[in-house]
């Protein structure tokens, strides 16, 4: 069942949000259930639940990093956070990054940035062969359910170390999940709530150094 239009804006009540950057919003859950019915892009069970579970979950990260003007956004997907914040962070000159190896999302990713007219600019491309090249470059790098952390810091570590934020996303095991990144790394790590889920949290990662 698609939400209403009150729901939705229940959800984005929170957040300070323009009716354009509310209507761009809407545009991609509407295109999002479109060509879900064809790609499958999002997992079934969470598209009853677009809003809380993809748009406002990657929304509350934007307000983390507001002075963030290029957003590097890592396994992109269906484009949880990166293109909420493109749309979101529009207004504030942000641009966002994305990087995705599989070719129906990124044309799902492209054709929603030609749609809403953000800036948003899509890297169909393994990360590995990306991040060299955000190197002082990004203000922020972030990273939704796409791996644990150890291989999150490995991956982002020339970013981080150069002044990069990373900002991740995390369930219930984060405490776990930095016992064992902290076994190869040191670095500040801030805990942070979710506003979408009691048992998430969000990760702030600076100052990165390797152990080994």
């Known amino acids: 069942m698609k939400p209403s239009a009150a729901s939705h804006l229940d959800s984005l009540a929170p957040f300070d949000v323009s009716r354009e950057t509310e209507e761009r919003l809407s545009l991609l859950e509407s295109e999002l259930r479109r060509w879900q019915a064809i790609k499958n892009l ?4 969470t598209l ?3 809003w809380d579970r993809h748009i406002v979950d990657s929304l509350q990260l934007l307000d983390l990093e507001p002075e963030a003007r290029t957003w590097l956004d890592l396994g992109s997907g269906a484009g949880f956070p990166g293109l909420v914040l ?3 962070g529009f207004e504030r000159g942000l641009t966002v990054h994305l990087v995705e190896s599989n070719s129906r999302k990124c044309a799902f990713l492209r054709n929603i940035a030609r749609l809403t007219g953000v800036r948003a600019f899509v890297h169909e491309a393994r990360l590995e062969t990306v991040i060299p090249t955000f ?3 990004a203000d922020v790098v972030s990273a939704r359910a796409l791996a644990s952390l150890t ?6 570590e020339p970013l981080l170390k150069t002044g990069t934020t990373g900002l991740f996303p995390k369930g219930r095991d984060v405490e776990s999940e930095l016992t064992e990144a902290r076994e190869s790394w040191t670095f500040e790590a801030e805990i942070l709530p979710s506003r979408t889920d009691s048992e998430a949290r969000i990760l702030r990662i600076t100052s990165i150094e390797n152990l080994s």
């Open 135 to 137: 190197v002082g470059k």
């Open 151 to 156: 291989k999150l810091i490995e991956w982002t």
């Open 42 to 45: 999002v997992g079934p069970g």
């Open 48 to 50: 009853d639940h677009i």
């Open 86 to 88: 493109a749309i979101a």
